[in-house]
């Protein structure tokens, strides 16, 4: 009897896996696939709400966002170039930067944002073959 319960305590007895890797690994999978279904998603919208505007505001946003560049990139650099490359001129830089980004994106929202809100997709799990969508005035 001694040598029944030995032979059982010396088996090794693995404990239960609290986390099942197969199903987790599953689960990360579709919230993957949900997030980026969502971003397909809104991208096909916001394609499907410029159809229809005219190609003065297309060539609008993107002179628009090369201009922003532009002056980040280019103009604004000059800054601490000009100010010795101090540390103090790179804060200000950065400040400064930081500021003239937020006030370009505000005024890119209020020009130039695609209304994607009338816009439904017809099957959204089953691909984006078509939409429905109406334009007012």
Avoid at 25 to 44: G, S
Wanted: proline residues 3%.
């Amino acid at each position: 009897m001694s040598d029944e319960s030995d032979s059982t305590s010396d088996a090794e007895i693995e404990p239960p896996e609290f986390i099942d890797k197969e199903e987790e690994a599953e689960a990360a999978f579709w919230r993957l696939k949900r997030a980026a279904d969502a971003w397909r998603e809104k991208r096909v919208k916001r394609v499907l709400a410029q159809e229809g505007e005219s190609v003065f505001r297309t060539f609008g946003r993107v002179l628009y966002v090369g201009l922003c560049i532009i002056f980040d990139g280019l103009i604004l650099i000059e800054l601490p170039i000009l100010m010795g490359r101090s540390a103090v001129a790179w804060t200000l830089y950065i400040i400064l930067l930081i500021f003239v980004v937020r006030l370009q994106n505000d005024f890119y929202k209020k020009r130039f944002e695609v209304d994607i809100t009338q816009i439904e997709l017809e099957n959204p799990r089953g691909g984006n073959r078509g939409a429905r969508f109406s334009r007012s005035a």
